[in-house]
């Protein structure tokens, strides 16, 4: 099919005569005596050739051809015309006409003109095409880098050199702006390639390949991810470049230490529980054989020794428990006094019979303090064995004295503060007390107490200060919030009336 | 004379356990809380028999026995081994008995009468 020709004449004979012999040519024609008649061209789905004779000063069609010529640039519009007539046109339609020709038309001529017509459209329609795929090529490209951008996993795309070559957006928040850097160097901070590179066993045999590693991020935060590798070939089916997908899997992996840190808790803790339920056994016999033989003596020693061995399961059954759930705390509003008398009150007994001075200073009157009692009064606890622990620990010195005092240093805050002249700590033992499972004390130590009461204490929105020199003591200084934010708006005037540090 | 018991134990709450369970039952004790001073008190000492616990703060049971079993005068006196890890009879091999903490007190003076 060789398209559409619409003869606008207004000499019906010709026009006529011009159609049957298009049609001859495989041409489909439409022939009309004005643009008016023609009815709306615009409308017309393809491009249509217009062969027009605007025919006299006929304003009204130069006008309509002159709109159709200008407005829909995919209609061609052929003025034909007599000779002396054909300047005048030109004038009009310049180049917004495709061609001119002179009447009586020269059957070669417009074959001609028809043909060159009909490639022009052939022409404007792979342009169109081509541009409407360059323009899906744009989009889709700015799919495939959004979705490289967003793809929640660290992505790379290395040259055989494991230089860098591209990255998605995790990867720069990360790692940063590395393009052209090392991948060992980026992610590992080693000057050369490791040993089992995933990269380079696609560069050899083009498959995929999974490996975990542990990288460190710019800011030095360690992450475990898992990687797997991808060829990028080009057109040759060369592998040209490597792409590495990095998922960060450190939750899992610290669900999986948490798991295993607990397995390894209970077997390390098996040791201890046996410890103290011998002890228990031997205040047990204690106390039968000391009510037996009516030896008071051996009675309230054997009431002691279960009392406090009682005490130390507890406690470290608490701890198991604290460690075995992240436990959501139970806030219930308390007497600070009350509180701290209850705490002090567990290693009095010990320090007396140690002869260790045991000092306490506690502001006077009722005040209230928001905590959950059991687990805040368990860490009180935890710090103070510690102080007493640190001075049976430490020969050096004849006298040993722990101070506790207990103050507000505003409204808001009570601060608990445990000094001690015992053994002290070295910078190690500093640096790690707040670690599970980290202990001075050999066999003695769980490893657990710390690390459970610093967790309490930043449950309740505190803070723990730490001040120790080795051999000299310590200084433990814990600050929380007295009143839980939710209940903060209650009147307080009558309350801090009564606040009176002794 | 009574028979004498040396107690290596550093827990003091077992140690003192032990010490009241053996002089209720008419024997001497004598206590050390490390491997070292053990050795030193078994030297002084003498005693008839020993209860050691495995895990002491300054050395390991099983080495303590080698050094014990090194010296002529000790190497026959019977050990016990009372300690909070399970599956230690194989620790000491050629300790009497071997029990785990926490003990049956008869079993242990049972046994204790059997060697002294």
């Known amino acids: 099919m060789s398209g559409t020709i619409l003869i606008i004449d207004h000499d019906t004979e010709l026009a006529q005569a011009l159609g049957i012999y298009l049609k001859r040519q495989k041409y489909r024609t439409r022939i009309a005596r004005s643009v008016e008649s023609a009815g709306s061209i615009m409308e017309y789905p393809e491009s249509v050739t217009i062969l027009a004779d605007p025919g006299d000063d006929n304003s009204e069609d130069v006008a309509a051809l002159k709109k159709i010529s200008t407005t829909s640039p995919h209609h061609r519009l052929i003025i034909y015309s007599k000779p002396d007539r054909l300047e005048k ?38 342009l169109r095409e081509n541009a409407a795929k360059i323009k899906e090529l744009k989009n889709t490209q700015a799919l495939f880098q959004q979705l490289f ?37 980026i992610y590992k901070h080693r000057p050369s390639r490791c040993a089992d590179c995933p990269v380079a066993a696609t560069f050899i045999d083009g498959r995929r390949h999974q490996t ?22 080009n057109e040759a089916g ?74 130390q399961i507890r406690k470290m059954v608490l701890d198991i428990l604290y460690f075995t759930k992240s436990r959501k705390l139970e806030y219930q509003r308390v007497d600070l006094r009350e509180l701290v008398h209850s705490a002090s009150d567990t290693i009095t007994p010990t320090a007396e019979r140690n002869g260790i001075v045991f000092t306490r200073s506690f502001p006077s009157g009722n005040i209230p303090i928001d905590v959950d009692p059991v687990w805040f009064r368990s860490a009180l606890v935890n ?14 010195k004849s006298q040993h004295s722990i101070d506790f005092k207990v103050f507000l240093p505003d409204n808001d805050h009570v601060c608990f503060e445990i000094a001690d002249n015992g053994m002290g700590m070295n910078q190690e033992t500093r640096e790690k007390m707040f670690t599970l499972f980290f202990s001075s004390k050999g066999s003695k130590g769980t490893g657990l ?28 200084k814990i600050c929380i919030p007295r009143i839980r934010e939710t209940e903060a708006s209650l009147p307080f005037s009558e309350i801090s009336a009564k606040v009176q540090t002794k | 004379m009574k028979k004498k018991i040396l107690i290596i134990e550093d827990d003091p709450a077992v140690a003192d356990y ?34 050691l616990d495995l895990e002491l703060p300054d050395e390991w049971g099983p080495r303590f026995y080698r050094k014990l079993s090194a010296d002529k005068a000790l190497k026959n006196t019977p050990v016990i081994v009372i300690s909070g890890l399970s599956g230690n009879k194989y620790a000491v091999s050629k300790a009497v008995a071997s029990l785990t903490k926490p003990f049956d007190r008869e079993e242990l003076l049972k046994i204790v009468r059997e060697h002294i």
């Open chain 2, 18 to 51: 032990l010490i009241t369970l053996f002089e209720d039952n008419d024997y001497a004790t004598v206590h050390a809380t490390s491997a070292q001073d053990g050795l030193t008190l078994a030297q002084q000492e003498q005693p008839d028999l020993i209860t």
């Open chain 1, 449 to 476: 107490g710390l690390f459970v009461s610093n967790h309490v204490i930043r449950q309740h929105g505190g803070s723990i200060h730490v001040e120790s020199q080795i051999k000299t003591g310590s200084l433990f």
């Open chain 1, 212 to 233: 975990e590693e542990v990288v460190t991020s710019k800011s030095g935060e360690q992450f475990h991810v898992l990687t797997w590798t991808a060829p990028i070939k």
């Open chain 1, 383 to 396: 710090f103070l064995e510690n102080a007493v622990d640190a001075c049976l620990s430490d020969a050096d």
């Open chain 1, 89 to 126: 046109w030109m004038a009009i339609f310049q180049d917004d006409a495709f061609d001119y020709l002179r009447k009586p038309v020269s059957g070669i001529a417009l074959d001609l003109c028809l043909r060159r017509a009909q490639r022009w459209v052939y022409q404007e329609q792979a």
């Open chain 1, 238 to 311: 060369e592998i040209t470049q490597v792409m590495e997908m990095a998922t960060n899997i450190t939750q899992i992996r610290q669900l999986q230490d948490h798991l295993t840190s607990l397995g390894l808790m209970l077997g390390s803790m098996s040791h201890g529980i046996r410890g103290m339920l011998t002890a228990l056994d031997g205040g047990l016999y204690l106390l039968d054989t000391g009510i037996r033989h009516q030896d008071p003596d051996r009675t309230s020693r054997a009431l002691d020794q279960v009392r406090q061995m009682v005490a």
């Open chain 1, 149 to 185: 951008d967003e793809v929640p996993c660290y992505i790379t795309v290395q040259d055989k050199n494991f230089r860098i070559t591209a990255t998605n957006r995790l990867f720069k928040r990360d790692f940063g702006h590395e393009i052209g850097e090392f991948c060992f160097q």
